[in-house]
């Protein structure tokens, strides 16, 4: 079942008991300025959409299917949508369609916006001299609440941005978790870019002179709310982008101290092998004199020691071959 909320600028808001969806019309004649919000919206909502507001089957279908970021005009009404933050997981953006005719704005959703509440708020604390600018101050009131409630948001990113980067320049310790931090990060700025970008979108199209989607008086608004949320835009582009760059240089850090502990490792291999090569002679000449045979010629050799030489001149010929084929470069850098 649909959840309702109606409020009023001369009652505020009227308790859910006092009216019925069908009657909302008069409940909110004389009242000035009316904003029905509508959550989970059912098929009673529907025929409330279509026969008792008399809005365009084309737009109401939107609110019950897939939506995209629009801006238009009917011949009885204005229809909006934009995407807002969802309450229930901030990496969640939903679509928020927006129905205005005459005093009266409807907001439809399916899930819980907390822009919605500021502008409830809004609503209740504007004076006399914002009423009298008529309900599209009330849309501008709405769409600048989607904006104002991704501010503090693009300020935390920037912080955790801030913490990444110090932690993949750092080289001091060894912190766990920064690529995924990094990941999420972008995956967040990604999610608030698609509404960022779909208000910056709506209100480009709102502001087009010969569409007259909005009144003379509030173009001022207008303009005002498109430059916010095209810094908000740029705001959430640079930092995805400095998202990317640190992750980059982490994962070349990464692969840089990867290459280190590979020169390490092939310069001990190397080692190993150079002294593994000169010792194979060397073990061959000590296994053959080593042999219990008495027609061993050791006299000829001249004994002990004689086998000794041959072995050191067998270790300064190998020596002399590898420092010759450059294979013992390596050590003299």
């Known amino acids: 079942m649909a959840e309702l909320r109606l409020q009023t600028a001369a009652s505020g808001r009227i308790p859910r008991d006092s009216f019925t969806l069908g009657g909302v019309l008069g409940a909110i004649e004389g009242e000035g300025l009316a904003w029905l919000d509508i959550l989970r919206p059912d098929d009673e909502v529907r025929a409330f959409l279509l026969e008792t507001m008399d809005f365009a089957e084309l737009a109401v279908e939107d609110v019950f299917g897939p939506a995209d970021t629009t801006a238009q005009k009917f ?46 708020r809004r609503f209740k604390k504007a004076d006399e001299e914002e009423l009298e600018l008529g309900i599209d101050f009330l849309l501008y009131e709405m769409l ?12 935390k990113y920037s912080k955790q941005l801030d913490d990444l980067e110090f932690q993949v320049f750092d080289p001091n310790i060894e912190y766990d978790g920064v690529l995924e931090g990094l990941h999420n990060l972008k ?23 010969n569409e007259r989607l909005i009144s003379e008086g509030v173009m001022r608004y207008f303009s005002d709310l498109n430059q916010l949320s095209l810094a908000l835009v740029k705001r959430a582009n640079n930092y995805a982008s400095g998202a990317t ?33 000169i010792m194979l002679p060397l073990t061959l000449i000590a296994g053959i004199f080593g042999m219990n045979n008495d027609d061993l010629p050791l006299e000829l050799v001249g004994g002990f020691w004689g086998i000794i030489a041959i072995m050191v001149a067998f270790a300064c010929l ?3 071959f590898f420092w010759r084929r450059g294979w013992l470069k390596t050590f003299d850098k």
């Open 75 to 120: 011949k009885n009404h204005r229809f909006v949508v934009v995407k807002a933050r969802d309450a229930d997981n901030q990496l969640d953006t939903e679509p928020v369609a927006v129905f205005i005719k005459e005093n009266l704005l409807i907001t439809v959703r399916h899930c819980t916006i907390p822009a919605l509440k500021i502008l409830a």
């Open 144 to 155: 600048d609440a989607v904006a104002d409630d991704w501010t503090p948001i693009l300020n």
């Open 187 to 209: 995956r967040q700025l990604r999610e608030a870019s698609k509404s960022i970008e779909s208000l910056n979108t709506v209100t480009m199209r709102l502001l087009k002179p």
């Open 245 to 277: 760059s640190a992750r980059d240089s982490y994962l070349s850090n990464i692969s840089l101290q990867l290459a280190e502990s590979n020169a390490q490792l092939t310069e001990v291999m190397t080692t190993l092998t150079i002294i593994g090569a």
């Open 318 to 320: 190998m020596l002399t």
